[in-house]
């Protein structure tokens, strides 16, 4: 073992746990605390139930995860065992659900108990579960060794700790697979970015599958602040989220633009609420800036507002900008940013060469923050994680994000242009169109498909799905589609037509399709 | 007023006609999400030209509270 070098994130949390012991790791909204020094004794506890069950260094561990201490004790454990973990949306369609277990093929799934979960439904042949809210588990709990385990120190910081599920144009999600030296790195970008420190108090909003969690979890939990899970149910009645956690005063806030904007479009702020909150961060999506100046009046200068980028590939943020008041005058997207320190940017031409002034290109993004590419798919993998075009010599890895940027070069800031691809944002998951076409055109009585998005007058921020069919029969339709996407993938609309238009190539030409919609 | 909260609630779901029903709420709907949530309390105002209180707005959590509500401020 390394003397002062916490290599893996197992050592690094137990480090942490020692030197905050008695303080408050996890707040719950009942006003129960956790301390740093019980969570850390579950999650060894944890990890040596799973160490019983066969769980050894690099299998993956499925976590339908419902922000109990348990479920984040679990995430511990795992780094703990060099397990790698997936947080898996106990909601998502069991069809969607198969593909992600059959791509992570993980050894054991981790359940809580509910009646809605996808767990209900899958037959797990092959694969142990394990409900962790179960008296059974609580009493293997209870009897367990608490002490860290021997095998941490062989987990090497380039080891997998997570892998996490994003959209993917082929029908199957992708898994993002990062890297415990990722995350260390994450850790100190943040501590730094935000000045953070053990009186802290961190929302989790962001639910476990999503990306954004990644920040709520680790920039919090590693480095002595406190954690507050928020339930989903309390996500969707703002006035009740505001006044839950007017009891419990965070001071960080991430969460998607979304979130926000429907905090403050449904009336659940006043002047007076979060007190103690000097940070509100967001990403994954623009934020309207209509939406923002409301939010901006709440909190005058009492709150900083901190606009992030990153893609999942790359540990969640890349890039972060501080709002100015002058930001509000007008109303284009926010910048993104510099890309922060210990990372850097390129912008790359359609025939891949670098461009050096500021034309929009797609960004290649390098450095410790590059995750380990797409579990159980090479060929994915090197499409996406590719070697940097301007080395030569040796091997450097770049992340190619898909994302049109123009860099500033007088103060490195990043713009946001669009996207190279059909990929779009939605409550910031990413969706790939393909994706939802590709359920649509397995249905047997649709002819051919194309899925659009469109933001205008006439549509407000819809996905269309143009369908050529004898059989208009939608209910059908979406009863089958609700078995394989998840809520925010569902379309929105649907047109019937005879025949899509194409492009010379024969391929279904979008564009033209966009503007019959707008007609 | 019920035919076009009816109405509503099938738009903004996603839902079938025979899916709403008297006691049909949050935790029914699989997509009842934030944005959906808001997208159905802006869909009421638009077609009832009312506009919600945020306490209002935290009650409407089922086809039964919805309606009671908007009776509130015909």
């Not at chain 1, 939406?291 to 507002?305: A, G």
């Amino acid at each position: 073992m390394l003397d002062n070098y916490q290599y893996n994130l197992g050592q690094l949390f137990h480090e942490v746990s020692l030197e905050h012991a008695n303080r408050p790791a996890i707040a719950l909204i009942d006003g129960s605390l956790m301390t740093y020094h019980d969570l850390n004794i579950i999650s060894n506890k944890i990890a040596h139930v799973l160490a019983r069950r066969g769980i050894q260094r690099h299998d993956v561990v499925a976590i339908l995860n419902d922000k109990s201490p348990i479920a984040y004790g679990m995430m511990l454990a795992c780094l703990k065992l060099g397990a790698i973990y997936s947080n898996l949306d106990p909601k998502s369609p069991i069809e969607r659900f198969e593909k992600m277990i059959a791509t992570c093929q993980p050894k054991i799934i981790c359940y809580f108990d509910d009646q809605r979960s996808v767990i209900n439904e899958y037959d797990s042949a092959g694969c142990e579960k394990l409900c962790y809210t179960s008296e059974d588990f609580n009493e293997t709990l209870e009897s367990a060794a608490s002490q860290m385990l021997e095998i941490n120190k062989y987990v090497s910081s380039n080891s997998p700790a997570y892998i996490m599920f994003t959209s993917g144009s082929t029908g199957f999600p992708k898994g993002v697979v990062i890297s415990h030296q990722n995350i260390a790195n994450f850790i100190c970008w943040s501590k730094e970015t935000y000045n953070t420190s053990p009186e802290d108090r961190f929302t989790n909003i962001n639910p476990m599958h999503f990306d954004n969690s990644v920040f709520d979890f680790y920039a919090s939990l590693f480095s002595g602040a406190s954690l507050i899970p928020v339930g989903e149910n309390l996500t969707k009645i703002p006035m009740k989220l505001i006044k839950a956690l007017n009891e419990l005063r965070p001071t960080i806030w991430f969460s998607v633009p979304s979130m926000l904007v429907f905090v403050v479009n449904m009336r659940a702020l006043k002047h007076e609420d979060l007190q103690d909150l000097r940070i509100i961060t967001f990403g994954g999506e623009g934020f309207p800036k209509n939406s923002l100046r409301k939010l901006w009046n709440f909190f005058d200068e009492r709150t900083q507002f901190v606009n992030v980028y990153g893609p999942t590939e790359c540990t969640c943020i890349c890039s972060s900008y501080v709002v100015q008041e002058s930001d509000l005058e007008n109303d284009d997207l926010l910048p993104l940013g510099p890309i922060a320190p210990n990372f850097y940017a390129q912008v790359i031409d359609e025939n891949g060469a670098i461009i050096h002034g500021e034309e929009t290109g797609e960004l290649l993004i390098g450095g410790p923050n590059v995750g380990i590419g797409y579990y159980n798919d090479l060929s994915k993998t090197q499409d996406a994680f590719i070697q940097d075009p301007a080395e030569n010599a040796h091997v450097k890895t770049v992340y190619k994000s898909g994302d049109l940027v123009r860099l500033d070069s007088t103060n490195d800031m990043l713009y946001f242009m669009g996207r190279k691809d059909n990929q779009i944002k939605r409550m910031g998951y990413r969706i790939e169109l393909e994706e939802i076409e590709n359920v649509l055109n397995t249905i047997d009585f649709i002819d051919e498909s194309a899925v659009v998005y469109v933001d205008n007058e006439k549509y407000k921020a819809k996905i269309i799905a143009n369908i050529c069919s004898p059989n208009k029969d939608e209910k059908k339709l979406k009863e089958i589609l609700i078995k394989y996407l998840p809520s925010y993938m569902i379309p929105d609309l649907y047109v019937y037509c005879d025949s899509l238009p194409k492009n010379q190539n024969g391929k279904i030409d979008r564009i033209k399709i966009k503007d019959q919609l707008n007609q | 007023m019920e035919d076009k909260i009816n109405d509503i609630l099938i738009q903004v779901f996603n839902l079938n006609e025979d899916q709403v029903k008297e006691d049909l709420g949050m935790d029914d709907v699989n997509n009842w999400d934030s944005l959906t949530h808001m997208n159905l309390i802006v869909a009421i105002e638009d077609e009832f030209s009312i506009e919600l209180s945020g306490d209002h707005i935290a009650d409407m959590v089922s086809f039964d509270q919805i309606r009671q509500t908007v009776s509130k401020y015909q």
